[in-house]
């Protein structure tokens, strides 16, 4: 069974840095794009980026280049997103997702549970 | 301001049939394939339709959805009160070289 599980909330103050992860299990992780979501709560969903793990291939948004880096470590089949200095305004719930097929960047058909970022002085 | 244009809510009686609009440009709906996801309340979005219209294993026939030009439509027949959730239109954009979904739609079912 293909599963993507992420790591837990966290509450962190402005200017401080974070990274969160995502582990897929259940299937080949170095041969599938995963990607990163973020929601806003009660807003909609935005692509921040993807990366293929199994050669490290990464693109990214316009929105989100320079504001976070995506990276996975394929011997532990996790993916990664973190920040450097977050401010307030990335507070959201952030989910990590798997295409459907080894060639697509798009069509997201396994989804992790979220992670809730809170960032608040 | 999301690339894509959703309606930001649709109501309808159970039973009944609704459709969800969502309308881009050439450089993303226009000439790329679109996918639909259904998010019920706290829970991560699931993929309800992918290459504008086929429907992943375990989704019902329920649910349909067409491309025409720049917009795209979701169509959810036999309205049931689960069906309850937002809705998100996905494609790619090729003049941003990413994903871009609309705003997301949320279904009421009175």
């Known amino acids: 069974e293909v599963q993507l599980v992420q790591s837990g909330a966290e509450v962190k103050k402005p200017e401080e840095s974070l990274k969160i992860s995502c582990k897929g299990s259940g299937y080949i992780f170095t041969t599938y794009w995963i990607g990163w979501v973020r929601q806003v709560p009660g807003k909609g969903l935005e692509w921040m980026g993807i990366i293929h793990p199994g050669d490290s291939d990464t693109r990214y948004s316009p929105s989100f280049r320079g504001q976070v880096t995506i990276s996975a470590d394929k011997s532990i089949s996790t993916a990664y997103l973190q920040w450097s200095s977050l401010r307030a305004s990335d507070t959201a719930i952030y989910y990590c997702?798997?295409?459907?097929?080894?060639?697509?960047?798009?069509?997201?058909?396994?989804w992790g549970q979220g992670t809730l970022v809170t960032v608040s002085s | 301001q999301s690339v894509l244009t959703q309606p930001p809510s649709v109501s309808a009686a159970p039973g009944q049939r609704v459709t969800i609009s969502c309308s881009g440009s050439n450089s993303n709906i226009g000439n790329n394939y679109v996918s639909w996801y259904q998010q019920l309340p706290g829970t991560a979005p699931i993929l309800l339709i992918y290459d504008n219209n086929k429907r992943p294993s375990g989704i019902p026939d329920r649910f349909s959805a067409s491309k025409s030009g720049t917009s795209a439509t979701l169509g959810i027949t036999g309205l049931q009160t689960g069906d309850e959730a937002d809705y998100h239109c996905?494609?790619?954009?090729?003049?941003?070289?990413?994903?871009?979904f609309g705003g997301g739609t949320k279904l009421t079912v009175l």
């Open positions: 996905a494609t790619w954009d090729s003049s941003l070289s990413a994903l871009v």
């Open positions: 997702a798997r295409p459907r097929n080894e060639y697509e960047l798009v069509h997201f058909d396994y």
